[in-house]
């Protein structure tokens, strides 16, 4: 919910160490995190000790649907055995067509991920949080009242934040969830952090 990261290599050398599988949602990380987008495995080098990644091509690819990448014997199993695989249908070729060109684009076009990041860092910044390692900045408010309260006064004024409240989070800990991209421009930042010192 907060965008936090875990430390992938500390986890990687306790499944080592106790023959577990490591399976990483990348569903935040790819198309933003690593030097080619490929997510926080990436990121943190260990893309190639995880064995077992999820992830969605919705968010940063802009598409929708999911993936798992993982070894052959692996996916054999899923693909046979997973429920909520066998009862899907598939995704549509336009759709793996969109999603691969994002994959794509991803790689070849890093100013994006790195504008992201860097809307991320300066909305963290000017909000007194500490740098944050994703595109997902919460702002923690409490009562799930206040915290729907400011997110429709936010959507009223323009701004697509949303409340998350409980059961996604514990009670008393509802927040806004606010999503930098590289679309957004360093004004479009500037009038969201005015709409957030205006709110009481």
């Known amino acids: 919910m907060d965008g936090d990261v875990a430390y992938l290599p500390a986890l990687v050398k306790v499944c080592q160490a106790h023959d577990a599988l490591l399976m990483v949602d990348e569903a935040h990380g790819t198309g933003l ?44 199993h899923l693909v046979n ?28 076009e890093p100013h994006r991920r790195r504008r992201a990041l860097a809307h991320a860092d300066r909305l963290a910044s000017a909000l007194g949080l500490p740098p944050h390692p994703s595109a997902i900045i919460p702002l923690l408010i409490g009562p799930e009242a206040e915290a729907l309260a400011r997110a429709a006064a936010l959507q009223e004024a323009g701004f697509d934040v949303r409340a998350v409240r409980p059961p996604t989070v514990p009670e008393g800990t509802s927040r806004l969830r606010i999503t930098t991209g590289a679309h957004l421009s360093n004004a479009d930042l500037t009038a969201l952090l005015r709409a957030l010192e205006a709110m009481p």
């Open 81 to 108: 055995a997973c429920r909520g695989f066998i009862f899907s249908t598939a995704l549509p070729a336009p759709v793996v067509a969109a999603a691969l060109t994002a994959v794509g684009l991803a790689r070849s």
């Open 33 to 76: 995190l690593g030097p080619t987008g490929a997510g926080v495995a990436e990121w943190q080098g260990v893309a190639h000790q995880v064995p077992l990644v999820m992830g969605t091509l919705g968010k940063a690819l802009g598409s929708f649907g999911a993936f798992v990448a993982c070894p052959g014997s692996l996916r054999d």
